[in-house]
């Protein structure tokens, strides 16, 4: 035992390769799910080409700290979200199956269920009464709820971030408002193209594809106002807000 952990360097090494992995895996995932989305070829290897050469992508797979794996974890529940092969009902349970599991890796991984629920009602367009009628939703729920509770059970720490929490400090709707404009304002100094591209889009989507922009845009504003109300801006926090940019 002595000797396998005298040398931690192994283990930095094989979480940096594995990052670096589902790094090139995230690429091609986000390639599968414009595509799916759009139907356009163009579009989604340009979504690809912006993801692989994003300096913070780059930064983050050859770390080897959890932050990428939730990253992936997101884009593979917004892949089974998006694929047109599954019914509805699968499309449910398999993306809650990962946002489930990837509670495992983060907590972070509890905004995912709310992307699915936003992209149900605007781009799917079931209402919440045809949602609840689905014995689907019903087991989808308690298999996310197991699973994000199995790591509280394994090992209680593992949800240690009470001395990050900013609740009790004084917010107001003007933060609320500003919210993701302070969020993602280091992306638009690091990454200045990433997010033209990203503004574009946006725009573009308002115009002709409203049931694409409506569950993004809301997303970004949901995520950057919980952060804003219950934590803190970290240019880290904003991992899981790149394969949407």
Known sequence: LYYATSDLSQFFIIARLLNAILGVLSVGLLYKIVKNIFQNNRMALLAAFLLSTSLFHILMSVTGRHWL???????????????????????????????????????IMVILPIFILYWILFYEKKSILILLREKTFYLASGIFIVLAALPAVIYPGSFGFSGNITADSVKTILGILQSPFLFLKPVAFSEPILMIFAVIGLATAFLYMKRFFWPVFLFIYTYSAIFYLFFRYEHRFTITLFPLL
């Open 69 to 107: 794996p939730v990253s992936f974890l997101f884009i593979l529940g917004l892949f089974f979200l998006t694929d047109n092969n599954l019914s509805f009902q699968k499309k449910f349970l398999y993306s809650m199956l990962v946002a489930g599991i990837g509670m495992g890796v983060s907590i």
